[in-house]
C-alpha cells in the first residue's frame, strides 16, 4: 500500500529578483516545511506556479527537492498536461528520478469527455508502471470534471493509487469513497474542507496553510482519527480565517505573500500573475499575527 501521510504540502516554487528559480530557497524551504509537519510535498503543483516554468526548470526543481529531504519525506511531481503524449514524457522524465510520486491534474482547456479522461490516464499509468500516480481534479481551473465512476474505474489500475479533490464537492468524495477500495487514497485539495472530508472517508490534504501551520494541521488531523472530534473542530475554526484568507484572490499569489512577511524571501510571481495589492496584503498580516504566525 503506497503511503503519503496526511499533510501534504503544494510547494511555492521561489524566484530570484531577475525571475529565475530561486533552487537553492527551494532546498531550504523544502527542508523547512519537511520539519514544521509535513510528509510529502508537492513540488511543481498550481501552487508552484507549473504553466510558467520550463520542463528544465521543473526537472531541476524535482532534483534539488528531492536531494534537499532526503529520506525525511517524499516527493510528488507535478507532471500532468492536456497533452497525453507531454503528459507521458514529462512523466517518464521524472520517474528515473526516483521520485516517490506523479500528481496528473484533468487535461485542462480542451474538456474530453469521461471516456478520454480515462484513456487519458490509463496510458499514462501505463507508460510509468512503476510510478504511483494521484489524479488531481480541480474542474474551477480545468473546465471538466472527473466523475466518481471514472475514478473508480482508474483506481482498478494499479498504480493509480490517489486523488487530489478540489471540486469543493463533498457530495462527490463520497461518490467516490463509495467507488474505490478502501486503499485507495482521497485528499482534499481545499485546506477549509479538510476536516469534513475527513469524515466522509478522506486520508488527509494537499495544503498551501501548511506552508505557514503544517504541525497545526497534522495535528487537527490526528485528534480526529484518534477519536477526538471536538478537539480537531476547535482547530479547524482557529485555523479557518487563515484558510481562507490565503484563497483571497488566486493562489498562490497570498501564500507568497505570507511567506515573505514571515521572512522567506521567495520572490514574485510569473507572469500573468501579479502581486498581492496592498489592502489584502493588509487582510493576510492581520490573520498570520492573530495567529501568532508573525
Not at 520542463?55 to 492536456?82: D, H, P, W, Y
Not at 482519527?225 to 483571497?248: D, I, N, R, W
Request: glycine share 8%; with cysteine; hydrophobic share 45%.
Amino acid at each position: 500500500m503506497v503511503e503519503f501521510g496526511r499533510v501534504i504540502t503544494a510547494m511555492v516554487t521561489p524566484f530570484s529578483p531577475d525571475g529565475t528559480v530561486n533552487y537553492a530557497l527551494a532546498e531550504k524551504l523544502a527542508d523547512h516545511l519537511v520539519n514544521l509537519g509535513s510528509e510529502s510535498l508537492v513540488v511543481c503543483g498550481t501552487t508552484g506556479e507549473s504553466p510558467t516554468l520550463s520542463e528544465e526548470e521543473e526537472l531541476e526543481l524535482f532534483r534539488v527537492v528531492q536531494t534537499a529531504i532526503g529520506g525525511k519525506a517524499k516527493v510528488i511531481v507535478g507532471t500532468g498536461s492536456n497533452s497525453t503524449h507531454e503528459a507521458i514524457a514529462r512523466s517518464q522524465k521524472a520517474a528515473k528520478l526516483g521520485v516517490a510520486a506523479s500528481l496528473q491534474v484533468v487535461p485542462y482547456y480542451n474538456k474530453p469527455p469521461q471516456a478520454g479522461l480515462f484513456a487519458h490516464f490509463k496510458a499514462i499509468a501505463q507508460a510509468c508502471p512503476d510510478l504511483p500516480l494521484m489524479l488531481y481534479n480541480i474542474p474551477g481551473r480545468t473546465g471538466q470534471s472527473l466523475q466518481a465512476e471514472t475514478v473508480g474505474e482508474l483506481a482498478q489500475i494499479e498504480n493509480i493509487v490517489a486523488i487530489k479533490e478540489a471540486s469543493g464537492s463533498l457530495d462527490l468524495v463520497s461518490q467516490i469513497r463509495v467507488a474505490t477500495p478502501p486503499e485507495f487514497l482521497i485528499y482534499s485539495g481545499d485546506d477549509s474542507l479538510t476536516l469534513p472530508l475527513l469524515a466522509v472517508g478522506g486520508t488527509g490534504v494537499v495544503s498551501v496553510a501548511s506552508h505557514l501551520v503544517g504541525d497545526r494541521i497534522k495535528a487537527m488531523i490526528e485528534a480526529f482519527v484518534s477519536g477526538q472530534p471536538q478537539t480537531a473542530q476547535a482547530m479547524h475554526v482557529e485555523l479557518f480565517p487563515l484558510f481562507k484568507v490565503l484563497f483571497c484572490t488566486t493562489n498562490p499569489i497570498p501564500i507568497k505573500a505570507a511567506l515573505k512577511l514571515q521572512g522567506w524571501d521567495v520572490g514574485g510571481l510569473r507572469s500573468p500573475l501579479t502581486d498581492l495589492p496592498p489592502e489584502l496584503e493588509g487582510k493576510v498580516k492581520s490573520v498570520l499575527t492573530d495567529l501568532k504566525l508573525l
